[in-house]
């Protein structure tokens, strides 16, 4: 069942029923200020920091769902509604909701009023933008009233919802014309503030949440509203919010646009006062006259829309499959910015209050978009790279505003330091730009203690070379990639943290996966050496991986597939002998990824297992048989429901490391058959099981032991965006950015006959022509470069500016 459908030459999805499975979001912004946008208007904004800059109040798990965000009541008469249905749910004569690159579009209409809303965060400035367009579609004039309403945030979001003997005697704000100013604490320690206004004189105002809806009242029903008249209330204290009146009229076939602001403002500590007690409003001035006109705001959008072009540019594929098409060159990549932008802080599953950016979550974020904004990924590197500590390890989190680690869910996570190598690897093979391994680092954000970042990733290699166990595999230490598999934790009492109980080292678990991490992002690591002629540390750093490959094919394999690792005990974790999970997905991508076993038919053979055990419908689940018992000695992981997260559940992010390791071993069917099964464009049908957004990855899919089989959770934030796009563009399309130059190396099904594909690298246009009518599943048969034969597929860079042509016979 749909609840919408795909406009691909609007580059929207369009939501035809406020009445979706579950409230159905955008992501407005790409540089400091952000916004989440449901269908139905509801969602949150914040500066920077979800946590420490949030500027809109959201009540996460609310009922009913989805109840607050930017709302604009239309009174007409005694009939009262919004534009996106909720808060009211008013019964609409038509609803429609367009989701598209930065922007979303909400249209409703009642009874021969139309209300278009359009909603958008410009680039360059920190403010959201909501033009609402009324058109009187009626055969006789119209006389209404229209409310706006957002609910302000003190600020940090934690202490907004938690420390109520002190908020709610903070809350102060300014009015000014049409615009209220939230300006809580400004008078202390801040030096920044909150707007938002109207173009347009305003009939009323209120700042009072107590005062705008009334005793014992929600915003589905505000008093004033009902009553059709603003008090002019300025809040002292308690909840304060933003609400303009405005009353209009409009003869038939008459049109009006709204223009409001929700903007944030910082000033210099010396520029805080225009007067004592009155806030400097120079800047905030100079941001409303930014967008005070419909010229002006229709600039603005089409410089946000010039703004995706170009950024999708850089990769855009033409095939014969539409959904192909249409993942590949709209919403993977879109999805993969707004993982850059946001890593796992904020969103509807996320609160934005719990944790910041994760450093082995952005690094993985990096892989799907550094070929988007390549200046940016360098930045967010040198960023990660800063919050390392010396001895190579690393927090697990730092938070956005600040850019230091935090300790909320601690360090010892064992996987992290490889994931920089990864990261740095892809921005090397994307730019060329060696120089940025020159660059002085922090570690710990100490000045102190600065290296050049070369040093750091030398550390990442060297922490898990000196953190072995006793089968010469990787200590796990808190955790791997599986932030639930926890074998050092041993919690058996309700409420504690599995990420922080316990020691975050132990001397005996280990894990399988992160020794694939090794060999996959050790050899990297040694192309790197090589490259910047380190010739002797590179061979030193292979002899280390070939004895990793080694503990892999031995201690690592379990006779048909990969083993997980081994506990606390030296036990085995996902092998025969184990009662339940006995095979997990884990190792059985990476280690094949990382070509362990490709040679000697382990690979196979693994992959084999995964098509037997664990595959489904809905994808690969993570893990069989599912741990119906609490295992202590394994954590979180046992804790969940059998079917759910990762305890065989099908967790996104992994399913594209098998489709990878298939075309490894060239099953390029197989490989397109993964891929299929969770990608967004091809589930669309079963939204109704599927529940979450339709152009969108989740983080998990119910697995065959749940009761709800199919259905998805956590969607948005999640590395399976980053990961699926490296899977398609790398792997089964297979033009791979290398230190060496780039690859072409697609493997398909065998039925596509090919395609063309523009890619944009080192500056350089390649328009690429894949010929498959042979109908083969992997291999080049020949490669021609502006006409001419060459003896390889690895094409060397061309100069910037220049345009090539390229042809591949695959056979």
């Known amino acids: 069942m749909k609840f919408g459908h795909f406009d691909d030459d609007a580059r929207e999805y369009v939501i035809t029923t406020p009445r979706t499975p579950l409230p159905w979001i955008n992501y407005l912004g790409s540089e400091a200020f952000f916004s989440l946008v449901s269908h139905t208007a509801g969602g949150y904004s914040f500066y920077k920091d979800a946590k420490l800059r949030r500027i809109t109040r959201y009540r996460y798990n609310n009922v009913p769902a989805d109840s607050n965000g930017r709302y604009y009541y239309i009174k007409e008469g005694s009939t009262i509604w919004n534009p996106g249905w909720q808060p009211t749910q008013t019964e609409l004569d038509f609803y429609e909701c367009r989701h598209g690159l930065g922007y979303s579009i909400i249209t409703g209409k009642k009874n ?12 360059g400035d920190n403010c959201e933008i909501d033009r609402l367009v009324l058109t009187n579609e009626s055969d006789a004039p119209k006389s209404f009233t229209v409310f706006s309403y957002v ?11 938690t420390n109520f003997q002190r908020n709610f005697s903070t809350g102060e704000v300014e009015v000014e014309g049409s615009t209220i100013y939230h300006k809580t ?22 700042t009072s949440r107590d005062a705008f809806l009334g005793a014992w009242r929600s915003n589905a029903n505000p008093e004033v509203v009902e009553k059709g008249a603003c008090t002019n209330s300025v809040a002292h204290g308690w909840a304060p919010v933003g609400v303009h009146q405005i009353n209009v009229t409009l003869n038939p076939g008459e049109s009006r646009s709204l223009i409001y602001m929700l903007g944030y403002i910082e000033n210099p500590q010396e520029e805080k006062w225009a007067a004592p007690g009155v806030i400097n409003k120079t800047r905030a ?9 419909d010229a002006q705001v229709d600039e603005a959008l089409a410089k946000l829309h010039a703004h995706w072009n170009n950024l999708l540019s850089t990769y855009a594929v033409r095939s014969s499959d539409e959904k192909l098409d249409r993942m590949v060159n709209i919403w993977n990549q879109y999805q993969c910015m707004v993982t850059f932008n946001m890593s796992r802080s904020a969103s509807y599953y996320e609160s934005g209050t719990g944790r910041g950016m994760g450093f082995r979550d952005s690094c993985q974020d990096l892989l799907g978009f550094v070929h988007l904004i390549p200046a940016r990924a360098r930045e967010r590197i040198l960023d990660i790279a800063a919050t390392q500590f010396p001895d190579g390890s690393a927090y697990h989190q730092y938070q956005p505003l600040t850019k230091k680690g935090n300790m909320d869910v601690g360090s010892g996570f064992n996987d992290d330091p490889l994931w920089l190598i990864a990261a740095v690897y892809a921005y090397l093979g994307e730019t060329g730009d060696m120089s940025i391994l020159d660059e002085q680092v922090d570690f710990d954000n100490d000045h102190t203690l600065a290296q050049p970042l070369l040093e750091h990733l030398r550390r990442s290699f060297g922490y898990l ?19 639930c598999l926890n074998l050092n934790c041993f919690s058996d009492t309700p409420g504690e943290s599995f990420q922080t109980t316990g020691p975050s080292e132990g001397p005996v678990a ?23 002629g380190h010739a002797d540390e590179a061979a030193a750093v292979r002899k280390e991986v070939a004895g990793m490959e080694h503990a892999a094919l031995t201690a690592g394999w379990d006779g048909k597939w990969f083993r997980r690792a081994y506990d606390a005990y030296g036990h085995v974790v996902g092998g025969q002998e184990c009662e339940e999970g006995q095979i997990f997905i884990e190792p059985q991508g990476m280690c094949v990824m990382a070509g362990i076993g490709v040679d000697t038919g382990e690979a196979v053979t693994a992959l084999q297992s995964v098509q037997t055990r664990l595959d489904t419908k809905y994808g690969i689940v993570l893990l069989q048989p599912a741990y119906t018992k609490y295992h202590l000695e394994l954590g979180e992981i046992s804790s969940y429901p059998p079917g759910y997260k990762e305890n065989a559940g099908i967790f996104c992010h992994n399913n594209p490391w098998v489709s990878c390791a ?6 390029g069917d197989r490989a397109f058959e993964i891929y299929k099964k969770t990608c967004p464009a091809y589930i669309e049908d079963i939204s109704e099981i599927h529940r979450t957004e339709p152009y969108v990855y989740s ?15 956590n969607s948005w934030l999640t590395g399976t965006a980053a990961w699926t796009f490296v899977d398609v563009s790398q792997y089964i399309l297979g033009i791979q950015p290398t230190l060496a130059g780039l690859k072409i190396d697609p493997c398909l099904p065998h039925e596509m006959d090919g395609f063309t594909l523009r890619r944009v690298w080192r500056g350089a246009t390649y328009e690429i022509t894949v010929d498959n009518t042979a109908h083969a599943e992997k291999g080049v048969a020949s490669m021609t470069v502006n006409g001419q034969p060459v003896p390889t597929n690895t094409l060397s860079p061309a100069p910037a500016g220049t345009t090539v042509q390229v042809k591949v016979v695959m056979g």
């Open 112 to 123: 021969g009023l139309a209300a278009r809303l359009e909603l958008f965060v410009p680039v």
């Open 151 to 161: 609910e302000f945030c003190l600020w940090n979001a934690v202490d907004d919802s």
């Open 185 to 206: 604490e400004y008078r202390e320690r801040r030096d920044h503030y909150a707007l938002y206004t109207v173009n347009a004189p305003v009939d009323g105002f209120d």
């Open 285 to 293: 001035h100079e941001l409303m006259a930014r967008y005070a006109t």
């Open 465 to 483: 070379t000196t953190h072995k166990g006793p089968h010469d595999l990787p200590l796990i230490g808190r955790a791997d990639w599986n932030d």
């Open 510 to 532: 280990e894990s399988v996966f992160i020794a694939g991490m090794y060999v996959k992002y050790g050899n990297e690591f040694a192309e790197i050496l090589e490259a910047t």
């Open 662 to 667: 298939e075309t490894v071993v060239g099953h």
């Open 699 to 713: 983080q998990m899919v119910a697995g065959c032991d749940a009761a709800t089989f199919g259905e998805a959770k």
